[in-house]
């Protein structure tokens, strides 16, 4: 018995050390970019060395830290990848016990790299809690859309982005003003129209991401979701290109200077292993030709330049601080020319932006990081006719001079904090974030409109508005806004997010709630499918245009019979908020997404996203409530009387969308997506004023509504070294637009009439080039190959001969660009 008392003993030894030696292994680490700044969101790899199809994998927090736990001890290979990040690829490792690592990944500084700058297709771990979808700076630069110097024409890249005729931009069905526009994270919404104005030169563009539908409840104020603008920072290395340099030539109408957009970008250490810098300058000089008018009279100009600073400072290790500064001028004259706006009806507009920020990024250890944020922004806005004469709307064409003759200024001062505490464990990891920001917002607002006349089919006038008074006020608004977020990750491929965020503004008191939950399940252990969904509330902001209207300037409105007498005296219109209660435009949003990666590099996307937006603000005459929807200026379009601001606007937006996206060696790649969508309003939109006058019974679709679209991009290698082609393909559904009397009362159903189908074909061939050993990107292709019309323009007046014809073909345009790298080899 004791031998076998012994032989216990010695088995219970072999059991506890074998329990050891098979004991897990952890491995906890940060990933950082060049310049030591935490990388969020980074697909962190591991697998054994030795052949295996085994492969752990984690994504990063905010602060840049994974957690990974191993079986056992060994040889590994580590990869690390990021969007707009150089890959890290198979950096071997001998892990024995738990440890801590830092990796590093460079950002991507240019194109024509041999080295791979897309990341491969993500296995989607349970991780990726927001819709987002993405934009890199590489693809903003290779794809071939229409003037591929302007940031704002490459979002239309994004399958739920569309641009109409004005270049107005409309995100998954809305408006502009129902979005968050963000520069490294701070608000440069314009907070007179709610709109993006921000000019900035593409090659300074890191990436665009658009988050719609499911987001952190650390965004607000953009009912229909945010997009944020994340920009280049520099290395220890200096990076320097030009684009454009050589001004462009055009054929039109004889030989003269065309279009000429030169761009100059610079980067580089300030203090090496300390601090940098990027800067990139942007100039253009525009002269678009609208067809259908007379020689000399066809053609509009304009004028605009862009800096932008970007510094970061590393004050320590865990303490790194970000400044930006930013300056927008842009002078735009016969501003409005088009087929039925002749010369004499344009406008000149100037516009200024300043914008300057800091941000304080301090790592204090166990996963903790709070960022501090200030910003100040500056916009003026100024608009003046050709002329002080009456403008004339009559069905074959407007004359006289335009009648807003405006002065406009407006600031914002914003303070944000940011925490994201240390994870905890409690029926699975909790990472909490928290946060609150501030906006002081002021407006000044100086209109002296002058009027205009509306002249029937006949030449008979029908009606007459005047300005009489000038308006010269100011407005000042205060918004507060807060959120928690709990990033909740059940198990290993389940994660459940669970936020909340309050906003408050002061001139209106109004005070919402917006809950938001959302769920990411990979239902396979090896990754691959991702299904994720969620349900958010999200507000809009307001704008300081709608605050200013009943300071602004009352409007005189004379109506005339058939033969010419009036039918009475003038009468005016004005504006009022009143002291009824109001509320913040309210949007619920549903979403439901499937990802599969069908190889490490090929993955197909579906998307279904159902907003319901309610307490939308629109201004309704208390007066003539069931006056007849018109189509002319507002208000004196409508019924005179007093116009009050309500919650009745009412938006409703679903879309299905499908994708296939492909990633090749170096920065070339496709994608190609079809998206079926309705966009629907009860408000009746001009996109000359901020909120709709007027309210339908029920819903009808909106100016922008494309129900069917198709969009395909790549950029590609061609057989021969150095060369590549770019192609873009986007065909949708016409634009809806409505028909109207003379008198401009919308006959028949709102937006029941649609233009042709638009379809784009661009195409353009590139070589990298070495000239006495500097590099050299050479393009040359044709926009609207297939010279379709698409048209931007329709005469919808009713009983007229040219009922409904459609005007301002787009034409074929061919387009070069010149881009320089410097010294090939060199930094």
């Known amino acids: ?156 890249l994004l399958p739920g982005v569309l641009q109409d005729a004005t270049g107005t931009l409309h995100i998954n069905g809305a408006g502009e003003n129902q979005v968050l526009y963000q520069l490294n994270g701070f608000n440069i919404t314009d907070p007179i129209t709610g709109q993006f104005q921000t000019v900035l030169a593409v090659e300074g563009i890191r990436s665009m991401d658009l988050t719609a539908g499911r987001s952190s409840p650390e965004f607000g104020k953009g009912s229909a979701g945010v997009l944020n603008v994340s920009t280049e ?31 100059v970008g610079v980067s580089g250490p300030i203090v090496k292993g300390r601090a940098w810098f990027s800067d990139t300058f942007e100039s253009e000089y525009t002269e678009s030709l609208v067809t259908g008018l007379p020689s000399g009279q066809d053609t509009r100009t304009g004028w605009a330049g862009n800096n932008l600073l970007h510094t970061q400072v590393n004050l320590t290790p865990s303490n790194l601080l970000y400044a930006d500064f930013l300056i927008n001028i842009d002078k735009e004259s016969r501003v409005g020319l088009g087929p039925l706006n002749p010369v004499s009806t344009t406008s000149t507009v100037h516009t200024r932006q300043y ?67 240390p994870k905890f464990q409690f029926a699975g990891s909790h990472q909490i974030e928290a946060g609150a920001d501030a906006d002081w917002i002021g407006y000044t607002g100086d209109f002296r409109r002058t009027g205009y006349q509306v002249l029937g089919t006949s030449g008979q006038l029908i009606q007459q508005t005047l300005f009489p008074t000038p308006a010269n006020y100011q407005v000042r608004d205060t918004e507060m806004s807060s959120y928690v977020l709990d990033t909740w990750h059940v198990r290993k491929q389940l994660q459940l997010t669970l936020g909340i965020r309050q906003d408050w503004e002061r001139q209106l008191g109004a005070l919402a709630w917006s809950p938001r ?6 239902p396979f252990a090896k990754g691959g499918t991702s299904i994720s969904g969620g349900y958010a509330i999200t507000h809009d902001a307001v704008t300081m245009a709608m605050l200013g209207l009943p300071m602004d300037q009352t409007a005189y409105t004379t109506q005339y019979n058939a033969n010419g007498t009036l039918t009475g005296p003038a009468e005016p219109s004005s504006f009022a908020i009143g002291n009824a209660s109001l509320r913040l435009p309210r949007a619920a949003n549903w979403t ?116 069917d679209r198709l969009l395909a991009w790549a950029y590609l290698p061609l057989p021969w070294k150095d060369w590549a082609v770019t192609a873009l393909a986007d065909m949708r559904t016409g634009f809806a637009f409505s028909a109207r009397a003379d008198t401009g009362v919308i006959a028949g159903a709102f937006d029941s009439y649609r233009y042709p189908m638009n379809f784009d074909l661009n195409l353009a061939i590139e070589r990298m080039v070495t000239l006495h050993g500097y590099r050299f990107a050479l393009r040359g292709g044709v926009d609207n190959l297939t010279d379709r019309a ?38």
């Not at 790899?45 to 990974?68: I, K």
């Not at 074929?812 to 881009?819: P, Y």
Request: hydrophobic share 35%; glycine share 8%; net charge negative.
């Open 517 to 522: 939950l959302a769920f990411t399940w990979s």
């Open 1 to 156: 018995m004791r031998g076998l008392g012994q032989f216990r003993w010695v088995f219970a030894g072999f059991l506890a050390v074998s329990s050891l030696c098979a004991a897990d292994v952890t491995l906890r680490g940060k990933v950082v970019d060049e310049n030591e700044a935490p990388v969020r969101g980074a697909r962190v790899s591991v697998r054994p060395a030795t052949a295996s199809a085994t492969l752990w994998s984690a994504r990063t927090d905010p602060t840049g830290a994974f957690n990974l736990t191993f079986p056992g001890p060994g040889d590994f290979l580590i990869t690390v990848e990021r969007e707009g990040y150089y890959e890290l690829k198979d950096r071997a490792a001998h892990i024995e016990s738990a440890q801590e690592v830092t990796l590093v990944i460079n950002t991507v500084r240019e194109v024509f790299q041999s080295v791979n700058v897309n990341a491969e297709t993500s296995p989607l771990e349970a991780g990726q809690a927001q819709s987002q979808e993405q934009l890199t700076g590489t693809e903003v630069n290779d794809m071939p859309y229409a003037n591929s110097h302007s940031l704002r024409n490459s979002l239309p």
């Open 592 to 707: 439901l997404d499937a990802e599969h990666r069908i190889t490490s590099r090929l993955s197909v996307t579906a998307k279904y996203l159902r907003r319901r937006e309610t307490d939308g603000f629109a201004f309704v005459n208390t007066l003539a409530p069931d006056a007849p929807p018109s189509l002319l200026p507002l208000p004196s379009g409508q019924s005179a009387g007093l116009y009050q601001l309500t919650n009745l606007r009412r938006d409703n937006y679903d879309s299905v969308a499908v994708s296939v996206h492909q990633t090749l060696t170096g920065q070339y790649e496709w994608m190609a997506s079809y998206t079926h969508s309705r966009a629907l309003s009860n408000g009746v939109i001009d996109p000359n004023f901020p909120q709709p006058l007027q309210v339908l019974g029920g819903l009808a679709p909106v100016p922008w509504d494309a129900p």
């Open 233 to 263: 920072t520099g290395t220890d290395n200096f990076h320097y290109t030009t684009t454009d340099f050589i001004p462009g030539l055009s054929v039109q109408q004889g030989l003269h200077l065309g279009n000429w957009y030169p761009r």
């Open 355 to 421: 914008f300057g920020s800091l941000k304080d990024q301090k790592y204090f250890g166990h996963g903790m990081l709070v960022e501090f944020g200030y910003a100040h922004n500056e916009f003026s806005d100024s608009q003046s006719p050709q002329g002080p004469n009456l403008y004339l709307i009559a069905p074959q064409g407007n004359t006289g001079n335009y009648f807003v003759n405006s002065n406009q200024g407006a600031s914002r001062d914003q303070l944000l904090v940011h925490a994201y505490l």
């Open 790 to 827: 698409n048209y931007t323009s329709v005469n919808n007046v009713t009983g007229t001969p040219q009922f409904p014809q459609f005007l301002g073909p787009e034409g074929r345009h061919f387009v070069v660009r010149i881009r320089f790298f410097g010294r090939a080899g060199g930094k």
